[in-house]
């Protein structure tokens, strides 16, 4: 669990990466931003707690690490390969489709006290677009004109 303090901070550092977007990549994601973005602040990044980030904000938290550990990857590895544009583009949007299908969010609160006592806080929604995480994260920024390029595609 993280606290309302750091998802705000979390939305501040997700804000000054959108900053590096291409201008004809950042308007699409501020477009997609203005519907998603609150579900993507808040929404979970997996549905119990032995997974990792199961907690209201956790989606963009878990992204945030992704971006974080891509750059130091990338650094180590191959420096210069990748911008820190891409690099953040591909981690914050990795598991877009978590948030959902633009319509109905992927993960519902669990209810039950026994479910929770045993680690599984959310489910996945019925209602959402079924699709696997990634194609639903595609289907997403297409959905708002953005374009994935081959590469950013393979990551």
């Keep these: 669990m993280i606290s309302e303090e750091r998802i705000i901070k979390n939305s501040e550092l997700i804000e000054e990466l959108f900053k590096s977007f291409p201008t004809y990549r950042l308007a699409g994601v501020t477009r997609m931003f203005d519907v998603i ?3 993507y602040f808040s929404a979970p990044a997996s549905t119990k ?11 963009a938290h878990h992204s ?4 974080r550990y891509a750059k ?8 210069g390969r990748w911008s820190d544009a ?13 948030v959902g299908d633009g319509v109905n969010p992927y993960y519902i ?8 006592k045993q680690g599984i806080l959310y489910e ?6 079924y699709a696997p995480t990634s194609e639903r994260g595609l289907y997403l920024l297409q959905k708002f ?6 590469e950013e595609y393979c990551a």
């Excluded at 707690?49 to 989606?59: D, I």
């Design 109 to 116: 609160a669990k209810e039950s006290d026994w479910h929770r």
């Design 37 to 39: 973005g609150p579900t």
């Design 124 to 129: 996945v929604n019925q209602a959402c677009l």
């Design 49 to 59: 707690v032995e997974y990792h980030s199961a907690f209201n904000g956790g989606l």
């Design 145 to 150: 004109g953005i374009e994935v390029s081959h």
């Design 64 to 67: 945030l690490n992704v971006v």
């Design 72 to 79: 130091k990857l990338a650094d180590s590895l191959c420096p």
């Design 86 to 98: 891409t690099l953040s583009f591909v981690g914050l949007f990795h598991d877009l489709g978590k």
